[in-house]
């Protein structure tokens, strides 16, 4: 956490109960989705700006997945960084289409979601790469109603989660955490 403030000095976690956007933009999830998206408020994590909005969860979790979870947002931040926040907004909601066919979130998501693995290898060992619970729910994030399925392209998320996991235990920094 410390890291993470002093990259992102304003930086700062807060619940998603009772935050008027936060339930804005899950009513509209559970619109535009047909009810597919139904677990905003109560399962994911959302950067907005300097701001980590968290389920109520976020208190139950272990510090291991607190960390690999702050790794993967911390992505999103340097990537608002990057773009700049209306571009990065832009990037995330419109190409090629807000549902069915979204490259741009689908390739904002895959950065981060590369991270994500990467923690996992590092704070989990490789042996946790291995699981097929933690590539089906990567996946299906991708091809579900999760981000409003992003990239309905099962077999390119699958073979891009393979090649990132065989770069991963290639990298000798990998195994030293392993």
Known sequence: MADLKAEFPDFRITPKRGHRLSHAIDLALRIVTLGG???????????????????????????????????????????????GGPLMTFLYLIPFLPLGLAYGRA??????????????????????????????EIVGRFVGPDYGWMWPFRSVVEAWYDRVVGELRAEPRALEGA
Do not use: F, K, M, N
């Open 37 to 83: 998206q139904r677990h905003y408020l109560t399962r994911y994590h959302t950067v907005i700006g300097d701001t980590l909005y968290v389920p109520e969860t976020w208190e139950q979790l272990a510090d291991l997945d607190r960390v690999i979870l702050l790794r993967h947002e911390r992505v999103h931040l340097r990537q608002r960084r990057r773009y």
């Open 107 to 136: 390739r904002i998501e895959w950065e981060a979601y590369t991270e994500t693995l990467r923690a996992t290898a590092e704070l989990r060992g490789l042996e946790a790469l291995a699981s097929q619970q933690l590539r089906a």
